[in-house]
């Protein structure tokens, strides 16, 4: 955060240094190993750190992990260029090892299966109006 005589508070180094922790994660999603010592050491701070910096934002590393992993299929459940891909290769592109674990956690989150999801996309692109042309202005 930038003080008004210029100064630069030790808050601002913290969260600079937690988005580029958070920047790596989001690169390295798909790992099914991805912990937060190898997040640490590719950001050249401790494990323990990293936790610190989470837990100020009242975070776990696992939980902001879990977050966007599910986050992410779900996104790539409703995408429509992605139908052809199986559930299970989506949960494993996100990263995880375990289809049953993906499943319990993504319907504890959403409230729903990710087959239900998917399906439920595929309907509203169903009903979805076509797109109307361009009016002709020759």
């Known amino acids: 955060m930038i003080m008004g005589t210029g100064e630069v508070k030790i ?6 240094r937690l988005a580029a922790i958070k920047a790596d994660i989001d690169e390295n999603l798909g ?8 997040v640490a050491a590719r950001s050249g701070v401790s494990g323990r750190y990293v936790r610190m910096l989470f837990a100020g934002e009242g975070l776990r590393f696992s939980e902001f992990v879990l977050e966007l992993r599910l986050t992410r299929a779900h996104l790539m459940l409703t995408d429509a260029q992605l139908t052809a891909r199986t559930i299970s290769s989506i949960a494993f ?11 319990r956690t993504f ?10 999801v ?3 996309a595929r309907r509203a692109r169903d009903v979805s109006p076509p797109p109307r042309p361009a009016p002709d202005i020759s």
């Open 118 to 120: 998917r399906e439920q």
């Open 11 to 16: 808050g601002g180094v913290r969260a600079a």
């Open 107 to 116: 319907r504890r989150r959403f409230g729903t299966t990710p087959t239900d």
């Open 31 to 38: 790992r099914p190993d991805l912990c937060t010592d190898a």
């Open 93 to 103: 592109e996100v990263g995880f090892a375990d289809l049953s674990y993906f499943n």
